[in-house]
C-alpha cells in the first residue's frame, strides 16, 4: 500500500482557514480558541500552534479571510451609474442569503476584540474608511446626474450610507423574522428616497 | 482592634459589578473571565464564582448593567417635539463623552457574545425592538408636524433611524479622530435633513 499522500503546508493552512470559519460562524470570537481548531480537524492542538501560534494570529487570519472573501464574493451587476449602483452595492453589503449573513456575522463578532487590541482597531478604522471611499464613486456619480443636490457633501453622505447598512446589518442579525430581505431592500429602499434631490422630477 | 465590618451582600455584588465594567470598557468581553474579576479586585475566583458562578452569568449581569445604566443616565433636554427631540434623542446614544463612549464600546463588543447564545440573542432582538418603539413617538410627532411626508412609513423609518445611529457609533469608535462630537453632530443634521418634508418650506 502506498504511504499516504504527504499535506503540503499551504493546503494544511487552508484546512485550519476552513475550520476557523465554521467556528467563527457558529460560536464567534468567543468560541474560537487553539483547542477548538484542533478539535474541528481532529488534530493536536500543537500541529495548530504550527500554523497559529497564538489565538491572535488566529483571528488575524480569520480577518484577512474575511476581507478577501468579501472582495471575492459575487456581486450583482450594476444596472446603471448612480444612486441605482449604490443601491445595488448596499444589497450586496447587507445580509441577505446564508454567505453574506455568515460574513456579517463574524464581521460584528470581531468588534470586541478589534476595539481591545490597537492593532486590529486601526486595521478596522483603515477597513471603515475603504468601505467609505468605495461608495464614494457611486454618490460622485449620483451628484453628477443631479440624483443628489449639488452641494452634497459626499464625504458626510458616505459615512452616513456606511452607517445605515452596517446599522441595518445588526439589526437584521439579531431579528432575521423581523428584517427578511425583502424587508431590507424596501428599507434601502426608502433610505435613497430620502437622499434623493427633491429638485428632481 | 474591632473587627472590619462585614460587607454585605448588596454591596459586595455591587462591588463585582463595577469591577465587571471596567474590564469590559477596557478589554471587552474577550477579556471577561472569572479569574479577572478576581484579579481586578483582589479576591479569590470562588468569591467571584459566589456571586456570579459562569462566565455567561457574569455577562448577562454586564448587560442588565448597562441597560439600566444607560436608562438612567442623563440626557439632554428635548427643545419641540418632532425631528428636533429626535435630533437630541439621537445625539444621546451617540459615543459623544467618555461615559457614552464607554457603554457603547461595550455594547458593541457583548455583539459577538450575543450572537452565539440564544438567550442574549433574544434579549439584544428585543432591546432593538425597544429602541424602535422608543423613537417611534418622534418620529410620529414630526409626521403630525408636517417635517414628515404624510405618507411616511414609521416603522421602517424607525428601523432607518437605529440603523444610522447604530452604524455611526460604530464609525466613530473605530475612528474616534476621524469622528469627534462635531463631525457626529453635523452627521446627525446632515441625515435629518434628507428625512425632512421636502414640501416643508
Known amino acids: 500500500m502506498p504511504p499516504p499522500a504527504p499535506v503540503d503546508h499551504a493546503s494544511r493552512r487552508a484546512q485550519v482557514s476552513q475550520a476557523v470559519w465554521r467556528i467563527l460562524a457558529a460560536k464567534g470570537f468567543g468560541g474560537l480558541t487553539l483547542r477548538a481548531v484542533a478539535a474541528e480537524l481532529e488534530v493536536s492542538t500543537g500541529l495548530v500552534m504550527h500554523y497559529f501560534p497564538t489565538k491572535r494570529a488566529l483571528v488575524a487570519h480569520a480577518l ?25 452595492a448596499l444589497l450586496d453589503l447587507l445580509p441577505i442569503g446564508e454567505e453574506n449573513t455568515a460574513r456579517n456575522r463574524i464581521w460584528v463578532g470581531s468588534w470586541d476584540q478589534a476595539l481591545a487590541d490597537p492593532g486590529l482597531h486601526a486595521d478596522q478604522a483603515d477597513r471603515y474608511a475603504r468601505i467609505r471611499a468605495a461608495l464614494h464613486p457611486h454618490l460622485a456619480a449620483a451628484r453628477t446626474l443631479g440624483e443628489l443636490p449639488a452641494d452634497a457633501d459626499l464625504d458626510q453622505l458616505a459615512a452616513t450610507v456606511v452607517a445605515f447598512v ?36
Chains 1, 2 share one sequence.
Open 64 to 88: 484577512e479571510l474575511l476581507e478577501k472573501d468579501g472582495a471575492e464574493r459575487p456581486r450583482r451587476p450594476h444596472p446603471r451609474p448612480g444612486l441605482a449602483a449604490l443601491r445595488t
Open 166 to 201: 452596517h446599522g441595518l446589518t445588526v439589526q437584521a442579525l439579531f431579528d432575521p423574522h423581523h428584517f427578511p430581505a425583502e424587508t431590507q431592500t424596501a428599507t434601502v429602499d426608502g433610505f435613497l428616497a430620502a437622499l434623493r434631490n427633491p429638485d428632481l422630477n
